[in-house]
Structure formats: C-alpha cells, structure tokens
C-alpha cells in the first residue's frame, strides 16, 4: 500500500469519525431542546433529525416552533458544526395565507395519519377555531383549541385568514345546550335539514326571547334556523359561573348510554377522556385531551382506596403506578359520583362502583386506581382553564397569520 493511499484511507477514517461525532452533537441537542420546549408531541410540533452528508450534518424535519429551530442552528454555529438546514417551519407556501380554520360539521373527526382508514384521535365541534399547519392531499394537519394535533379532511372545515377569525369570535353567537339538534331550512320542523348539531356546537346567531326558532349562520355561509330552546346566548355561556359537582354530573349523566368510540369527544361517541373533557366543557371548562395529560391538572389527590379523599366531580385515573424500572402509565379516567360510584365511558357511558359487595363493583377499577385531581375549585389554577379564557374561542386579536 502506498503512502499516498494509506493516508486518504486515515483521512476518510477521520472524516467519517469527526462526522459521526458532530451528528451525535447535534441528537443530543435536539433531545435537549424537544425535552424543553416540545415534551409531548400531542400538542407541540418539533420532528426534527440529524443525519450525516459529506462533512456536514443534514438537519431535517418540521416544526411549528420557529424560535427553537433557532436554537439549534445556533447551537451548531457556536459548536462550528456545519450544517445543512432542511428544517421546514410550518406552515408554509399558501397556507401562510389562510393559517385558520372554523369547523363547519357537527363534529369534525381528526386522524393520526392524513388517511380517512387511520387511527381516530380526537374530534373538534363546529364554530371551533383551527389552527392550520400543513397539508397533505385533502387532509390537513390542523390544531385544537386545547393545543391538540391530527389531520382533518378539507370537508370539516372552512379555511380562514385572521381576519375571517377575529370577525367570527365578534360576532354575536349561539351555543347548543340540548344533547342533539338540527339547523332547518325554515322556521319549522318540518322543513328540509340544512345539518344536525351536538352539545357544544357554536353557530353566528342572535338570541331573542319568546320565539320558538333562531336564525343562524353556519361558519361556512350556509344558513337556516334553529330552535331557541336548544341554544343559549355564547357570550352569556360563557360567563357562567364556575361549576359546582353537581352541574358537572348532570352533563354526565345526559350522556348516558352513549357509545364508546376510541378517539371520540363528542356527543355522538366519546372515550374515557372525551367523555370527562365534554362533561366539564360543558359547564365552560377546558381540559386537556387525553387521560395521561388530564392527570397533570387540577388540584392533587393521592390514591385512596377506601373513598373517603375523594368528592362528588372529582376525577379519579387508572393505569399502573410507577415501579424501579417502569414508568407510571394512565390509561382510564373516570368522574367520582360518592359513596363509591363512578360515572365513565367504558363500553358505553356507565356508572360502576369502586366499592366491594356491591352489585356493579368494577374489580379491575380498583386495583388499578393510581390517583384523583380536582377540577372543581381549580379554575384559572393548577392547568385548569375557564373556555372563556381560551383565545380560540373569544380574542381574534390574538390570533395572527
């Protein structure tokens, strides 16, 4: 072997091994920063990898966090890691335009993967404000008033700019209160349906008093009339007083029966934590969307198995505790009635017991309590917010392209 060619051999060797250093630099830093500012996917976007090309490291992926992307290019500047940079922030091309969308169906259904066949995650009611990240074919992926990410179809929606979204949060508007409604052509029942409606739907509306129908706008143009008593006034739902338990039982206990649906947060079909999340949004408060991020809010209760530190609207949670080498997983949340009882969405909204000898007792419950968190009395505190202090639903202001 020559001299010549025993030394391009080490020199690749080298190349090769200082490059693997620098993309492990950079790994390390992008767990870093994800573990600071983007902990859970379900609600921040930062997918973003390092991958060697020739002498320098490839940064690619997406996020909607420019601010930290920033961080990683100057961290490899400071470190003097050459970098190529094909980091996407989103949203980008026409979607800069019109970054909103108004759910425009009773109930809008938001997929893991932009597939009409993938995994159902979570669902958004109409008049519910959007952001919008990306698009992929005719699905998009769109974000929740409570943060949450999935890919909606171009049908649940209607595009928006931030002026279109500000108009809608000052307009005058009308929340349904009744379990199921519809919005007709005419002012009568027996008129052809414009479209169906559930608990929490918001429509442009004027209330008046001693009418038996309301005319409305749905978000995208279409308009009919819808009758009074199943809407009140948005803004005077709004400021409604914080719940008590009882409040919050009863918008439980309407559910009842209602069918479990894997991904559901609606009247039609609602998970565990859809069901919890409905029951409380219904009574103006907003939690998070699922079971593993509810369990962060609200005030602290320890497991208890006996009851007895629990209350009528707590939230208790199920799963498996942490161990030595495991960490702790929720995977059920139910509301407390008393005297042992829970009201939750299992096969179907149900109430059990958490009480042996008793007729309904849920074993399984039991023995896999992990711990309860209080809403009531939490507003404004402890991640419990009031939806009348959700941006997406009252300040357009805040809201920019």
Excluded at 86 to 109: D, H, Q, T, Y
Excluded at 210 to 227: E, H, I, N, T, Y
Excluded at 247 to 272: F, H, N, Q
Excluded at 386 to 397: F, L, S, T
Aim: hydrophobic share 40%.
């Amino acid at each position: 072997m020559t001299n010549f060619l025993r030394f391009a051999i080490i020199s690749l060797l080298f190349m090769a091994c200082n490059s693997e250093k620098q993309v492990h630099k950079m790994e390390s830093q992008i767990h870093d920063l994800k573990a600071e500012f983007a902990p859970d996917k379900r609600v921040k976007l930062f997918e973003v990898k390092a991958a060697p090309k020739g002498q320098a490291v490839l940064l690619k992926g997406k996020t909607n966090l420019p601010d930290v992307k920033e961080r990683l290019l100057s961290f490899a500047s400071q470190n003097e890691i050459a970098i190529i940079d094909s980091i996407r922030v989103l949203p980008e091309g026409e979607l800069k335009k019109r970054p909103f969308g108004i759910v425009n169906v009773s109930v809008a259904n938001l997929r893991s993967q932009p597939k009409h066949s993938a995994e159902l995650s979570t669902q958004a009611l109409m008049g519910a404000v959007l952001r919008v990240w990306e698009q992929e074919g005719d699905f998009f992926l769109v974000q929740t008033p409570d943060d949450y990410f999935g890919w909606m179809d171009d049908g649940g929606f209607l595009p928006a700019d931030s002026n279109r979204v500000h108009n809608f949060l000052a307009s005058e508007r009308l929340i349904v209160v009744s379990s199921f409604a519809f919005v007709f052509s005419e002012p009568s029942f027996a008129s052809q349906k414009v479209s169906d409606l559930v608990a929490g739907d918001i429509l442009q509306g004027t209330y008046s008093e001693g009418v038996d129908f309301l005319p409305v706008s749905l978000p995208d143009g279409r308009k009919g009339f819808v009758a009074a008593e199943d809407v009140r006034p948005f803004v005077e739902w709004l400021d409604q007083p914080e719940p008590q338990a009882d409040a919050v039982i009863a918008a439980g206990l309407e559910m009842m029966g209602r069918p479990y649906l894997w991904g559901g947060t609606s009247g039609k079909g609602m998970d565990c934590s859809g069901f919890t999340k409905m029951a409380y949004f219904l009574n103006g408060v907003q939690l998070p969307r699922d079971a593993s991020q509810q369990v962060h809010v609200g005030g602290l209760l320890d497991k208890d198995t006996t009851l007895n530190a629990y209350q009528p609207g707590d939230l208790l949670f199920f799963g498996r505790e942490a161990t030595a080498d495991k960490k702790e997983r929720i995977w059920h949340v139910a509301i407390y009635l008393g005297n042992g009882k829970i009201l939750h969405a299992s096969d179907r909204v149900m109430i059990q017991s958490l009480r042996r000898g008793d007729p309904d007792f849920a074993e399984e419950r039991l023995n896999t309590l992990v711990r309860g968190r209080r809403i009531i009395g939490s507003i404004g505190q402890n991640g419990v917010l009031a939806v009348k202090e959700v941006p997406w639903y009252v300040r357009g202001e805040d809201l920019k392209n």
